[in-house]
Each structure stands twice: as C-alpha cells, then as structure tokens.
C-alpha cells in the first residue's frame, strides 16, 4: 500500500478502529472523527497516538490526506453528513474498511472466519491459538476480546485472521465485507437467515456465503460445522478440501468426555483418534464447538502442534459479552450474552442451563437488532426463552424504527406470555432496578440478553446483585 496519510469517517466504530489501527502499525498516519469515543475504542486510538475529532465537520478532512475511510453507519452519508458530503466531493479516494483489508490481505494466507453465530469468538480463538505458539499473525477481531492489547494486530508472519462479517461494505457499496478479504481459508459456524432488514429472504443470505466458498483456492480449506444444516449445505462441490466439525461424533472433528464444571475438559476427536485433551473456563455446548472447530483448522493446516492448541485454549479469556461475567465478587452469578438473534439468545440460555442447572433463570433481554424488532420474526419469541423462570423484556431500539414493520415492547411481551412464559415489560431504569431488586433470590443466576446496553442496566444491575449478595 502507498498510502501515507488517512483519515476515518466513523472511526470509533469496531471494525473501522481496527483498519485504523492495522493502518497505523504499517506507518500510516491516521486522522479520524466520530460522534461519541468510549474506551476501550478510545483507549486504543490514543495508545497508538491517532488523533480523532468529535463531530463530524468538513474541517476534520486533512486536506493532505491520500485517502478517505468512511463507516457503514446510516449517519454517514452524503446527504446528512457534511464531513461525509465533502469527502465524496473532495476528489481523494473514498474507501470502506474492508477495500482496505482486501489490499492488506492481498498475499496473506487468510483465516477468514464466517458465520450468523460465533465468529467472534472463533476469530478471536484463532488468533489467540497463533499467537500464544509465537506465529505472530495479523488479526482482525470484530468484538473486544478479554486478554488482547486491541481487537487488531499487524503481525510479522504472513497469517492474517479476519472474522468474515456478511454485512454490506459500505452505504454506496451492497457486497458483503468477507468477499473482499481474500479468502484462502474458511471456517464456516453457521448460515441461519439473519440481518433481515438487508437479506430479505434466507436466500438472499445464503447468496454471499456461497460466493465466499466458491472463491475459495484449490490449496485452500474450508472447515464446516456439520451440526448446522445451512453450513452443512454449503459445503459441497467445491474445488478445495472440506473438512467437517460438529460437537458429537456425527462429525470428523468433534469433542468426547465432556466434563462440566467451573473449568470445562473434553478430548477433541478426529475420527475415532483421540488427538488432546482441552479445557476451558467458557460455558456453553456452543464454545466446546468453537473449539473444535478452531482445533480442527490449526491443526489439519498444521499450523500448531496439539500442546500448543492446549495452551492456547487453556489461557484463552474470552470474547466481551459472550458469556462473560459480570459480578465476579457476587454469589449469584450474573452474566452478559450477545442476544442479536435467535440463536445467540438460545446458545446464551442453553449454557447458563447447563451449569447451572438447580437455579432460578432470570433473564433481562433487550430487542436490539432489527432481526428482534421485526414482525416478521415474532414467532421466535415463542420458544427463544425456554429454560428462563422470569423474563424481563426492555423497550426495543428505537433506530430505524420507520425503516421495517416494527414490533411494540407491547406486542412482544403479550406474545412471550402466550407461550406460557412468566414475562413482563420494563422501561425506566431506575424502576427496573428497584423492581428486580424485589425478585432476586440467593438462588438466582442472571442472564443480561442484549446486544446494546439496556439503558445502562448492562452496569447497574451488576453492581446491585453485587451489592446484594457478596461473597
């Protein structure tokens, strides 16, 4: 790349902090404006002295800048953002986040980790794995991940780890994020229909995730979870090697002699041969599959050795909100789960279930993304809180409301209690508070759904349950 000089329209957003940051570590200066900067986004930027301004203004543009990176937020466009305007009528180069990737990863052998679940945490395990074997991979992590100095690694070796997000590149650019990475090698979680404000129908979804896989090279690897029927589907007539994971033994790949506790062990599988045994501090079916999934591609590339995958897993801390815990010196257990969908919500239940099975389930779950807010999927909320005793259901999102057939808090909570579920609204904070206040019990476990912030619950009901019962 030959470019000197760049300036990030957005920058506080996830994924384009991390091409700053990726940018920044090649020597590239980096500018940037956004609306709102929180750590740990802020605390990163700084820590890689890249200046950024609150706001957006014309003015921000450097006008030396060799090029223009803008995000994919509804805000960003040249019709409701000055800064925006100007840069598509500045002459430089606009670019998405991900034009910028697909130049760096040019000649990488790519890890592209793709899914409608769990690519965070395998991306994230990937490069965990890699590094603690001192590959020194790049790496490109959509969430903040416990353990990581940031969520974006240049590295020395020609390994580069990108979690493979479907969603559009950019407001002036509808092709998904992962097609423009490069792809030599994929690991492919799932396919189940999501984001249905962009991909209509499950059809419409499917369509990148095919491309993605045909472009995969003859030297390349695809590793699939066969436990998931629409991963399972795509995987066929392709021109590279397939391998197949799931969490039993319906899979090449899978895991055996599961034992839960606070720290979780299985062997992991291939065949019949027992290749190591791994523990984990994460909960969850679904991470035991993760981690098979990830085990199987290091080691069919031969990238780690089996010990080294066992150190890896063993000191792997975890992806943010993914079942992290939140009120370590309470004994009633609180955790965060990323409820964006179905299946994310059931994955998050399934395991506070599974260990801890003779507590009480109170789960406080916010309709944050469209794929919740939609009328058309109202009818996951007639099973998606199996396992819970007492649901709480907060206000849904109110952006982009008048872009789909929005649902009412109204009409989710009367559905939820036709299913037979104990559930009721609540809206004011303060008053939530108190009123959970009222129900907990030392016998409780609770479970935050969201992928927003509850109108700040996400940290006060931590606090409170701590407060409430310390240790």
């Not at 957006?56 to 466009?77: F, M, Q, S």
Request: glycine share 8%; hydrophobic share 40%.
């Amino acid at each position: 790349m030959n470019t000197k000089k760049a300036h990030f329209i957005g920058i506080a957003g996830k994924g384009m902090s991390a091409t700053a940051l990726l940018l920044r570590q090649m020597g590239v200066q980096i500018s940037g404006s956004d609306e709102g900067f929180y750590p740990p986004v802020s605390d990163y930027l700084k820590a890689e002295k890249i200046a950024f301004a609150s706001g957006y203004r014309k003015e921000n543009i450097p006008g030396d800048a060799d090029v223009i990176v803008i995000g994919k937020n509804a805000k960003l466009t040249p019709e409701s953002n000055a800064e925006v305007r100007a840069a598509m009528n500045s002459g430089k180069p606009v670019r998405s986040f991900a034009d910028l990737l697909h130049d760096m990863t040019a000649t990488s052998e790519t890890i592209v980790a793709a899914g409608s679940y769990g690519k965070s945490t395998c991306t994230a395990l990937l490069a965990w794995c890699l590094r603690c074997a001192n590959k020194d991979p790049s790496y490109f992590i959509g969430e903040i991940t416990n353990g990581f100095a940031a969520h974006a690694h240049r590295g020395r070796s020609n390994l580069f780890v990108l979690e493979g997000d479907e969603y559009p590149a950019a407001n002036w650019d509808d092709t998904s994020k992962f097609l423009r990475y490069n792809a030599r090698n994929v690991l492919l979680t799932s396919a189940t229909h999501d984001h249905i404000n962009v991909f209509p129908t499950h059809e419409d979804y499917l369509r990148p995730f095919r491309a993605l896989l045909a472009s995969l090279p003859a030297d390349g690897l695809l590793v699939a979870c066969s436990g998931e029927p629409h991963a399972r589907a795509l995987a066929q007539d392709l021109v590279c090697p397939i391998a197949f994971y799931a969490l039993n033994d319906n899979a090449h790949w899978h895991a055996g002699n599961i034992v839960r506790a606070a720290e979780t062990s299985f062997d992991l599988l291939r065949g019949g041969e027992k290749i190591v045994r791994l523990s984990t501090t994460m909960l969850g079916n679904h991470n035991i599959e993760n981690i098979v999934g990830i085990g199987a591609m290091l080691l069919e590339k031969t990238l780690v050795t089996p010990d080294e995958l066992k150190g890896g897993i063993g000191s792997f801390q975890g992806v943010k909100r993914r079942m992290e815990p939140l009120a370590p010196s309470s004994r009633v257990p609180v955790y965060e789960g990323f409820g964006s969908s179905y299946e994310k919500a059931r994955s998050a239940i399934d395991a506070a279930r599974l260990h801890f099975p003779e507590r009480r389930l109170l789960i406080v779950f916010e309709p944050h993304t469209f794929t919740w807010r939609n009328r058309a999927a109202i009818a996951d909320y007639d099973d998606v809180f199996a396992g819970g005793t007492k649901i709480f259901i907060f206000e849904p999102a109110s952006q982009g409301a008048g872009t789909h057939a929005q649902l009412t808090q109204a009409e989710i909570v009367a559905r939820v209690k036709a299913a037979g579920y104990d559930a009721e609204a609540i809206g004011d904070p303060e008053a939530a508070l108190q009123r959970l206040d009222g129900v907990l019990r030392t016998d409780d476990v609770v479970l935050l759904l969201t992928s927003g912030e509850l109108g700040g619950l996400i940290k006060t009901i931590p606090r409170l349950v701590e407060s409430k019962f310390p240790r």
